[in-house]
């Protein structure tokens, strides 16, 4: 099995063991500032890593052996027998001595075996705690390595979304926009010529400008100005169309054509040829909130009538919901007359 180490293991490792090092040695040290000799420094040293000895390597041999190959797989028993065998085989020497009375003819007084089995329980408890750190610690890395994994992989899995949604939506205005233009040339042959050039606007903005995550908001007010503009050639001398467009920060950054889908449908479902017909779209831009609305007759659609295919505003509501979360809100309101559609945005 290939073994991947990567920087930030040798890195993590380089510091854990810097860590004991300092432990073990630090004591050294103070004793040799405080006596001035280097034998008393050594000495020290040795009684120090005698009793550190087992806990540092149970520790070091359980975080990177026993936890991945044992314990993380579920294999309890041989992961308790590995640190038993361990603890045994680095204190065989003292644990056997235990059992050696100085003088065969002299037995040992239970008081003698009560403090040496309670201090040798102490120093199993202590290295029972160093194994429970080590694992924990170990489980604690990786547990949090996969929620790092996790989170990036629904943030790729977002942007993919995201750039799903928006490619299904330039064509969405383009199909609509195409087959107002495909009606005017049969009627005015100049307006329609002005009207393509306009759309050649519409969609280098589209193409060109529109491929981060946020765009000034100058830029989306502009391309929504001649997108209606566009979308009034369907309408007759019957369709009154109003806009407001108020802003306070040029550079204010919005997501790109977030509301064009819901222009698009205030036209599909907003305008008669032979009733009065009204359409309201108004953004306003102030202290970093950002609000859109949309009101317009509402006529209901034949089954004939091909005009849009309904997936402008479920993807606008997905698009809202990625991009902005818990900062939006949607308010919708619709009757037999009025259709209305408010959003207000909070950064």
Not at 202 to 212: G, H, V
Not at 322 to 330: K, R, S, T
Request: with cysteine; proline share 4%; hydrophobic share 45%.
């Amino acid at each position: 099995m290939k073994i991947n180490i990567q920087r930030k293991d040798t890195l993590l490792f380089l510091m854990q063991l810097s860590m004991v090092a300092a432990i073990v040695l630090l004591p050294s040290l103070a004793a040799l500032l405080a006596s001035g000799h280097l034998s008393t420094a050594v000495t020290t040293f040795k009684m120090v890593w005698s009793n550190l000895q087992t806990p540092c390597l149970l520790y070091f041999a359980n975080f990177y052996l026993f936890w991945p190959w044992l314990f993380a797989k579920k294999r309890y028993g041989w992961f308790a027998l590995a640190n038993i065998l361990m603890f045994v085989f680095l204190n065989f020497g003292l644990i056997w001595m235990s059992r050696q009375s100085p003088n065969p003819n002299v037995q040992m007084p239970a008081i003698a075996w009560i403090a040496f089995s309670s201090a040798m329980l102490v120093y199993f408890l202590l290295n029972c705690a160093v194994v429970a750190f080590a694992c924990g610690l170990r489980h604690f890395l990786k547990n949090r390595q996969i929620k790092k994994m996790l989170e990036e992989e629904r943030h790729k899995n977002t942007e993919a979304e995201l750039a799903w949604l928006k490619n299904q939506i330039n064509p969405h205005f383009l199909f609509n926009t195409l087959n107002n233009i495909s009606s005017l040339t049969q009627i005015d042959p100049d307006a329609a010529q002005d009207a393509i050039a306009q759309l050649s606007d519409l969609l280098r903005y589209a193409i060109y400008k529109t491929d981060t995550t946020m765009v000034p908001i100058q830029g989306e007010v502009e391309f929504m100005r001649n997108y209606i503009e566009l979308m009034k050639l369907r309408c007759n001398e019957k369709t009154a169309v109003t806009t407001k467009f108020q802003i306070e920060n040029p550079q204010y950054q919005m997501a790109p054509l977030i509301f064009i889908s819901l222009i698009e449908n205030a036209f599909k479902h907003g305008v008669s040829s032979n009733k009065p017909s009204t359409i309201d779209i108004s953004l306003i831009q102030q202290d970093g909130q950002m609000i859109f609305e949309s009101k317009n007759t509402n006529y209901a659609k034949s089954d004939t009538d091909r005009s849009g295919s309904g997936i402008g505003l479920e993807n606008t509501r997905r698009r809202l919901e990625l991009i902005y979360h818990d900062h939006y809100v949607w308010q919708q309101q619709a009757n037999p007359n009025i259709y209305q559609v408010k959003i207000i945005i909070q950064k």
